[in-house]
T-cell receptor, first 115, second 113 residues
Framework: GAVVSQHPSWVICKSGTSVKIECRSL??????MFWYRQFPKQSLMLMAT?????????EQGVEKDKFLINHASLTLSTLTVTSAHPEDSSFYIC???????????FGSGTRLTVV | SQQGEEDPQALSIQEGENATMNCSYK?????LQWYRQNSGRGLVHLIL?????REKHSGRLRVTLDTSKKSSSLLITASRAADTASYFC?????????????FGQGTTLQVKP
């Protein structure tokens, strides 16, 4: 149980375009979704926390106008990278808390490459 | 923000040897978790140790927790080539039910066949 389905798994886009990443909770209600970014050979850095029906809370240094997060339902949260640039190329992973044994479940990640 | 440090940053061993990774954290915790990440992939939960536990085992994994030193270690015994991956510790900031999971910097483990 507690599966988070993340799509797409990889995407290549042109500089200046926007990309949307989706995370769906398949068998539980994801009240809260966490979004992480991971650069090569680095750890996961928390970008923002989204709660269903309210505005996301962004970590210090993360541009909220660039990384738009929508959490309109208990099963879907989206991250849109607007006007993407090569420096936005990274691995993006979502995570949600669930009341299971470990507490957190993760999407499989999205590799974004901006050319 | 990162919760803490992990060392070593990189570790290379021969198959069959043991691998030990350490993690330090900064704030009080309810539990500490260890995750594995194969290159370019998602995270796999390995083990969770609660703040009132000092040691926990799961198969070839042994985790210790020293809350007085705010540190934890992960030991992988009899390593295999398939254990090659990055390993991260993570702790929760805020409520244990909805708090943010913050990751350490990670240790990259290479197990040579």
């Amino acid at each position: 149980g507690a599966v988070v389905s993340q799509h797409p798994s990889w995407v290549i886009c042109k500089s200046g375009t926007s990309v949307k990443i989706e995370c769906r909770s398949l068998d539980f209600q994801a009240t809260t979704m966490f979004w992480y970014r991971q650069f090569p050979k680095q750890s996961l850095m928390l970008m923002a926390t989204s709660n269903e029906g309210s505005k996301a809370t962004y970590e210090q240094g993360v541009e909220k106008d660039k990384f738009l997060i929508n959490h309109a339902s208990l099963t879907l949260s989206t991250l849109t990278v607007t006007s993407a640039h090569p420096e936005d190329s990274s691995f993006y992973i979502c995570s949600s808390f669930w009341t299971g044994l470990y507490g957190y479940t993760f999407g499989s990640g999205t590799r974004l490459t901006v050319v | 923000s990162q919760q803490g440090e992990e060392d070593p940053q990189a570790l290379s061993i021969q198959e069959g040897e043991n691998a030990t990774m350490n993690c330090s954290y900064k704030t009080s915790i309810n539990n500490l978790q260890w995750y594995r990440q194969n290159s370019g992939r998602g995270l796999v939960h390995l083990i969770l140790i609660r703040s009132n536990e000092r040691e926990k085992h799961s198969g070839r994994l042994r985790v210790t927790l020293d809350t007085s030193k705010k540190s934890s270690s992960l030991l992988i015994t009899a390593s295999r080539a398939a254990d090659t991956a990055s390993y991260f510790c993570a702790t929760v900031q805020g409520s244990s039910n909805t708090g943010k999971l913050i990751f350490g910097q990670g240790t990259t483990l290479q197990v040579k066949p």
